[in-house]
């Protein structure tokens, strides 16, 4: 029980990496806000998670629409008076060459993806502040590191989130909270297996070999990540990226 009545939200929350960071949490004792575009799979998940004791919200929430942001920050105020945990995960995976990526593509990227942690963190620090305390983690990547063929603006905005990390952390660590971030890399969620279904079928075993462990990861290796950052016992680590790729960012590796 790491995180015992602890009060957290994740955005994203109803599949892939948020919905394990949701399970952990929850089987740690934190009182879960699961936050998604997709409410019907969202309120499937909570239903799904509570048969195990845990106290669950699923919260229908666009996280490019502020107003949506404004509603699950305040519905978490509302019933238990503080917020604890913040993880920004929610995004949508849009490539596209630079030389032909429409305007409206990368924008849309840029709202989910990356202004969308201005409106979380806005509307949850000033709770934190003022309890004096909370640990927002916010789900980077190793595109961040990396360059990949035709992800510019993924990995841009990825690579302004380890900024906002930082920056954040130096500001609010004297209110004692911490901003740290995790970077996977190629992991088993529907966002790959939806590029494995548009990139053809040896998209994961290729993706395999960038890895030096020449696998991709689990949802459930990422949330427990999420689950030490998110605990006490990481109480005086902040500003820090945490990877969880399998070794992808030690390689090149040189064969014989
Ligand atoms: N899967 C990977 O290999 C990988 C690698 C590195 C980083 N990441 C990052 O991890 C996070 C989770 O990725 P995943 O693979 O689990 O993705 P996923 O596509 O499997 O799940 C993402 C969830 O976010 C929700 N979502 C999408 N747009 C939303 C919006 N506007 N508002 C609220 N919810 C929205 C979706 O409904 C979905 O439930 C993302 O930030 C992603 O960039 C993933």
């Known amino acids: 029980m790491r995180l015992n009545n602890k009060v957290a939200i994740i955005t994203g929350a109803a599949n892939g990496i948020g919905l ?3 399970e952990a949490f929850a089987k740690e004792g934190a009182i879960v806000f699961m936050a998604d575009i997709d409410e019907i799979k969202g309120i499937a998940e909570a239903e799904r998670i509570k048969k195990t004791g845990a106290i669950i919200r699923a919260v229908q929430c666009d996280v490019a629409v502020r107003e949506d942001v404004e509603y699950l920050i305040n519905a978490a105020i509302a019933e238990f008076g503080k917020i604890d945990i913040l993880v920004n995960n929610a995004a949508v995976a849009i490539g596209g060459n630079i030389m032909e990526m429409p305007e409206a593509d990368w924008d849309r990227l840029m709202d989910t993806n990356l202004k969308s942690i201005y409106r979380t963190i806005k509307a949850a620090l000033p709770f934190m502040v003022k309890q004096r305390s909370g640990s927002v983690i916010n789900i980077s990547s190793t595109q961040a590191f990396r360059s990949w063929h035709n992800w510019t603006a993924y990995a841009g905005a990825k690579g302004a989130m380890l900024s906002i990390t930082n920056q954040l952390a130096g500001q609010f660590g004297e209110y004692n909270v911490r901003f740290n971030s995790i970077s ?30 020449n696998r991709l990861g689990t949802p459930e290796e990422v949330a427990m990540t999420a689950v030490f950052l998110a605990s006490d016992e990481a109480g005086f680590i902040t500003g820090e990226d945490i990877k969880v790729d399998g070794g992808l960012c030690t390689l090149p590796r040189y064969f014989e």
Do not use: V
């Open 184 to 213: 996977p890399g190629a992991i088993l969620t529907p966002m790959n297996a939806k590029r494995a279904s548009e990139e053809g079928p040896d998209f994961f075993a290729k993706s395999e070999t960038m890895h030096a462990m």
């Open 20 to 22: 394990a960071i949701s």
